[in-house]
């Protein structure tokens, strides 16, 4: 077939250029944004390499605009010339000839019927699921002619674009089209090849990438030079897939559809032919497209949004609309240009390409910014590497103080180098000098991770440290009140405790004390020549003091004997405790007084609402008539200054809290998680907890939280390029400067997010660099730097910030933003302003493209953002901000909003859109191993028409567990899972492993689940079809696309942002 | 009245405390935001002054109220409210943990205060100034009716 050797496309002669070419050529250059559409494609033959390297040029697709021309009707050509580009043009073309649409929604599915082609309901859209690439498109139309034989026209339809159109339509066109492989089809292949060259060839010899942005900007003085440096691999892997899928195989997700556009970075490329020729054809109502779309690479997606005028039809396609099925995609052409960047794991900025004015600025509605996870988990072999400067000390810019990096430039014959934040000039101490090679690297780049990789870390010197590092240190402070001890929290609490006392970090060094508490505070003397603990009280709450100047908190290792007695008698001295009250307040700061030597973590286990001494809250509940009042917000923030003041205080002496809630009444967690909030803690919340069902998850949450790697008495600082500056920040921190964030632990489930602003009206710079700096002690007593570097490229157009967004970055910098409103406004409020942004987003992304293209009823947004609109119902329906009073219960929400403070991308897309997946048939079919298993789980869309009665159903949010079983489920199954029990209430039967192949797989699926995510633990709740509320609760609200209590459902969503688009545009 | 410049001085001197005691405050707010000195230190420092530049400021408001110059106690009874007002809602105190996020919008209200306590500095001294001389030229036998605040 034509399209499997794209190479040999390339080979035919160039099509003689058009006749608009010569006067067109330059339009490129003007256009401040890449243009679809017939002016760039006529441009597009002009042949200088360079120009065609640029982004503008977008070689490929658009060849074949002029070189269809002379084919088809030029007349209509020129007359409809910007029509909409590929996809979109889809919507279009359906009402004319709905067959065509119809292949590009369904190709494998859909027989097309012939002459009339199937009723398309569909509007068409470009992306509109992963299995069916609209990319489908492109190949055919190279192919078609070669093809043709293959395919008799109604045989095959499902193989999609030219030759399935039906036997009258393509009567009309095939002779078009077998006339077009010579000029058409081959000048739209060839016009990509001087791209893929350039920028193969100016990649090639250096890696180097200024080296290649350097070239690329001279070849292109207008435009940016990231753009250019595509890096080729991507792009013939965009070219595979489209083979592949035209072999029917649609690929399994959008990815490669995704690569091909953003690697372009001038997306304008395809997709304006697809559509032209397809705006083409519409007037002669005759054949499929003709337009050798060679990627269909477009400037835009889009989804016809309602179409006939005075039919019911909502006029969407719910199989269309674009689903993260694949959970985060990240931004692959990016890392791809800067290859020595920090991974997108470490940082990810909301938009790759940094606006170069502050008018750009405010023309990007959505925020701008990063989502920093410094210590993100590295898969094994990519860990960052250690570096030690030894007694040269850290190589630092003199002015600016950013850490050397790979994108410092050595000079002077490397005797100086160049600060590549400030441009300072600094001296290359003798002990790092090292001679320049020809091409102004230097020799020993290879031994020297700091210079090759963007994440690296220094071990400190001890200027770094304002005192010796610090041990590790755990404390605890336990609730024994009545409800602690009948909920088996203490139980499950010690156990877990005296579990993880061997994995602790910090080897020999760690220290370790207790305090217990209801209407007393209970000190614990744990000296190693004790054999017993000494338990010693304190009743006088006012004046809290520490009976012991020393030996409440000791050395592990030392006392370990004691320590285990200690833990191991907790549970039985207080079993028949009776006391309701909980100090609470006096106790924390008893804990205070102990730890502020040394600070540490403070693990807060708090069953109970605080009711005695300082700190005490009252019952302020959930009052029904606050909510939609200016009030409202009260009841989520703190109402005692008392926990912000400790929570201040802690961050000075370098105490970090997590705070464990559990309550079955209201606990007052918008105050109790402020703990956790200011000191970089985190906040666990257990509602109703009960020992017999949710041990588990406390247990292995209490245990990740106390073994997992963690970094102590840290402070993060983001640099970055003259001009811009990070002006807000959100997460669980305290800020100790106007940029320096004060974390007394983190770990790498901790994520933070800021904003950034510019301070210039005009960027001059092209390149802005990031530089995050985390300063920290590791466990074993080791002061050490992280440093993650990253390169961003200045644009100045509004397009090609649209094209490098990356929808995980602005989602969670939009859910903390939503969050932090809901703090000081209604939840209203917070939600419209979600909306807002959103909508003049896309308002604004639609007017770039207005104008030329005939945008008509279709909603348009840019491919990196097409799940963003989804991603924001799902804010809109999470738990921090759903509803009303009576969504979710209050505590539950603020519990919810701290943690999403914190989350970080992965997770929290996770969340917001979780998998579900069908498991029955699994179960049901012979072992498989596990990677296999993997694979086959698809994750379905969230919607209850994805449940199939039948079928027992995964689902996943990353927190928990829902298993769903089918009405009709067989019983069979439901025996082998659930014993005897499987006729009962499923909300006392829990999951366990039974002695059958059934139950086993099982629960190695819901472990290999579970080991994808560990930081938190996946309790499995069982509910069965049709059983409410239950059902309700666990499973129909969280299908964020279905319409619940009065939330809109997806289409319905889409409907409301085009209509807002639409009003005032 | 013969005490009449004694009261212009107390007014007088209570009004250069509030300018001092606000100073201070914008003083420790610079260095916060420039990175002389940390959030602790600078909340504590201002959170210090706050309720005895209220308290001051009340008294001021009610000795004019007192001494029977209406004008100057209406002058200065907006600000008492306002001052009431965040202390009732618990909104006069710096918060530690927020306090770089409300940076701005704290040094901009410290700043119309100056600027408030300045005016009513001038409008203080003239009267000041004009009750001496009134007084002096009084006690000579000189003109009377000289007052322009009466």
């Known amino acids: 077939m034509g399209t499997e050797d794209p190479n040999r496309a390339y080979i035919p002669s160039r099509p003689a250029p058009s006749p608009f070419a010569a006067t067109q050529s330059i339009r490129p250059n003007l256009l ?15 042949p200088p390499p360079q120009q065609t390297s640029t982004p503008f040029s977008s070689s490929g697709p658009v060849g074949s605009g002029p070189a269809i021309r002379p084919n088809m009707h030029p007349a209509l050509l020129t007359t409809t010339p910007f029509s909409s580009a590929g996809p979109v043009s889809g919507s279009e073309t359906h009402e004319f000839r709905p067959s065509y649409s119809a292949r590009s929604i369904a190709p494998s599915t859909n027989v097309l019927p012939p002459p009339s082609g199937p009723p398309t309901s569909g509007p068409f859209q470009r992306f509109p699921s992963p299995q069916f690439p609209s990319t489908t498109q492109v190949p055919p139309p190279q192919t078609s002619p070669a093809v043709q034989p293959f395919f008799s026209p109604p045989t095959r339809p499902h193989i999609s674009t030219g030759p399935t159109v039906p036997p009258p339509q393509t009567i009309n066109t095939m002779p078009s089209c077998m006339n077009i492989p010579n000029s058409a089809v081959d000048s739209s292949i060839f016009a990509p090849r001087p791209n893929l060259q350039s920028s193969f060839s100016q990649r090639g010899p250096s890696n180097f990438a200024r080296g290649t942005m350097q070239s690329a900007y001279q070849a292109y003085p207008g435009k940016q030079p990231p753009v250019v440096t595509q890096p080729p691999p991507v792009k013939s892997a965009a070219f595979v897939s489209h083979q592949e899928n035209y072999h029917a195989s649609p690929p399994p997700g959008p990815t490669p559809y995704l690569s091909p556009q953003s690697v372009y970075g001038a997306p304008p490329v395809a997709p304006s032919t697809g559509p032209f020729s397809r705006e083409q054809m519409r007037p002669t109502g005759s054949g499929p497209p003709l337009g050798p779309a060679q990627g269909l690479i477009e400037d835009f997606s889009s989804l016809t949004v309602g179409s006939v005028p005075g039919s019911f039809d909502s006029g969407i396609d719910p199989k269309a609309l674009p689903r993260p099925l694949d959970g985060d995609v990240k931004p692959k052409s990016f890392a791809d240009m800067y290859p020595m960047n920090s991974d997108s794991r470490y940082i990810r900025l909301t938009t790759s390409a940094i606006p170069n004015s502050q008018s750009l600025v405010s023309r990007w509605h959505l925020p701008l910014g990063a989502v920093v996870c410094p210590l993100a988990e590295a898969p094994v072999g990519e860990e960052v590497p250690v570096v030690n400067f030894a007694s040269m000390g850290i190589i630092r810019c003199r002015r600016c103080r950013t850490y050397v990096n790979p994108y410092v430039t050595f000079t002077d014959s490397g005797r100086k180098w160049k600060c590549n934040i400030c441009a300072l000039l600094n001296d290359v101490p003798p002990e790092y000098y090292a001679p320049l090679d020809a091409t102004g690297r230097r020799n020993d ?63 020999s060094r760690t220290q370790i004390g207790f305090i217990t508490y209801d209407s007393t505070i209970h000190f614990y003397n744990i000296k190693s020549s004790l054999t017993q603990p000494q338990m010693m009280v304190v009743s006088d709450l006012d004046d809290m003091f520490v009976p012991l100047p020393d030996d409440l908190l000791v050395n592990l290792s030392e006392s370990r004997s004691v320590v285990e007695a200690l833990v191991d008698s907790l549970p039985s001295m207080f079993q028949d405790n009776v006391n309701v009250e909980s100090a609470f307040g006096p106790a924390l700061k008893a804990a205070f007084m102990i730890m502020s030597q040394l600070g540490g973590k403070l693990l807060v286990f ?33 109402e005692d200054p008392f926990y912000k003041q400790m929570a201040a205080d802690f961050t ?11 309550s079955d009444k209201y606990n007052d967690v918008a105050s109790l998680g402020i703990l956790a909030k200011y000191t970089g803690g985190q906040l666990y919340y257990y509602p109703s907890f009960q020992s017999a069902i949710q041990k588990e998850k406390l247990r292995h949450e209490l245990a990740r939280d106390l073994t997992r790697e963690t970094a102590w008495e840290a402070v993060m600082r983001i640099r970055c390029g003259k001009g811009v500056r990070f002006t807000s920040y959100h997460g669980n921190f305290m800020l100790r400067s106007t940029d320096l964030l004060a974390l007394p632990a983190v770990d790498c489930d901790k994520a933070y997010a800021m904003q950034l602003s510019l301070e210039d009206t005009l960027l001059t710079t092209q390149t802005v660099y990031f530089q995050v700096a985390l300063l920290y002690t590791s466990s074993n007593g080791e002061r050490r730097i992280r440093v993650h570097t990253m390169a961003a490229p200045v644009v100045a157009e509004l397009g090609e910030m649209y094209r490098q967004a990356d929808t995980g970055a602005i989602v969670s910098l939009l859910s903390r933003l939503a969050i932090e409103k809901s703090l000081s406004y209604k939840l209203e409020e917070a939600r419209n302003s979600i909306l807002l942004r959103l909508v003049k987003a896309l308002r604004e992304y639609r007017n770039l493209y207005a104008v030329q293209h005939r945008v008509g009823n279709r909603m348009i947004y840019p491919e990196s953002l097409k799940f963003l609109p989804l991603y924001a119902l799902a804010i809109f329906k999470s738990t921090p901000l759903r509803g009303g009073y009576g969504d979710v219960q209050l505590d539950e929400r603020c519990a919810a909003g701290y943690t999403i403070m914190a989350l970080p991308v992965n997770k929290l897309l996770k969340l917001l859109y979780p998998t579900l ?47 769903w079983f089918g009405k009709m489920l067989s019983p069979n199954i439901a025996m082998n899972l659930l014993g005897d029990d499987f006729t009962t209430d499923y909300s006392r039967v829990s999951l366990s492993e039974r002695d059958n192949e059934m139950s086993r797989k099982l629960m190695h699926l819901l472990q290999t689940f579970r080991e994808c995510d560990p930081s938190y633990y996946q309790l499995c709740h069982l509910v069965r079809q049709g059983e409410q509320p239950r059902e309700g609760f666990f499973m129909l609200a969280n299908l964020v696309e279905d319409q619940v209590g009065g939330m809109n459902g997806y289409v319905d969503w889409i409907q409301q942002i085009h209509r807002q688009i639409q009003q005032n545009a | 009245m013969a005490w009449d410049p004694i009261f212009w001085l107390i007014f007088f001197v209570i009004n250069i405390i509030l300018i001092a005691l606000n100073i201070y405050q914008i003083v420790c707010l610079s260095d916060l935001e420039a990175d002389y000195l940390n959030p602790y230190d600078s909340s504590s420092r201002i959170n210090s002054v706050v309720v005895p530049e209220m308290l001051v400021q009340g008294v001021l408001c009610a000795l004019f109220l007192v001494t ?40 901009k209200y410290r700043l119309i205060k100056l600027a408030f306590y300045l005016i009513l500095f001038v409008v203080v001294l003239i009267r000041l100034v004009f009750t001496v001389v009134h007084h002096a030229i009084d006690h000579d036998g000189g003109i009377h009716e000289f007052g322009m605040f009466d």
Do not use: W
């Not at chain 1, 088996?488 to 405790?497: C, F, L, N, S």
């Not at chain 1, 049901?924 to 919607?943: G, M, S």
């Open chain 2, 68 to 107: 029977g110059n209406f004008y100057m106690f209406i002058l200065t009874l907006p600000n008492a409210c306002y001052n009431a007002k965040l202390f009732m809602k618990q909104q006069h105190l710096i918060d530690v943990t927020e306090v770089f996020r409300f940076l701005d919008a704290e040094k």
């Open chain 1, 917 to 963: 997946v069908r498991i029955d048939e699994h179960l049901v079919k012979a072992l498989q191993k596990t990677d296999e298993f993997k694979n086959i789980c698809k994750a379905l869309p969230l919607t209850a028409e994805s449940l199939d009665s039948r079928g027992l159903y995964l689902f996943d949010d990353g927190f928990r567990f829902v298993i």
């Open chain 1, 32 to 46: 401040t944004r890449p243009m679809a559409g017939p002016d760039a494609s006529v441009f597009r033959p002009t």
């Open chain 1, 606 to 638: 708090q069953n109970t609402l605080p009711s005695l001494g300082v700190g005490r809250l009252r019952l302020r509940g959930d009052d029904i008539r606050v909510y939609g009042t200016d009030k409202e917000h009260t009841s989520r923030i703190p």
């Open chain 1, 652 to 662: 000075k002496y370098q105490i970090s809290a997590n705070v464990y809630a559990f």
């Open chain 1, 445 to 507: 780049l290879d031994q020297r991770p700091e210079l090759s990789k963007g994440s690296v870390e220094f071990v400190a010197p001890p200027e770094y440290m304002v005192r010796p590092p610090m041990p590790t240190l755990y404390f605890f402070l336990i609730d024994v009140s009545v409800s602690a001890v009948r909920s088996g929290m203490i139980q499950v609490v010690a156990e877990t405790i005296k579990s993880c006392l061997d994995r602790l970090p910090g080897s």
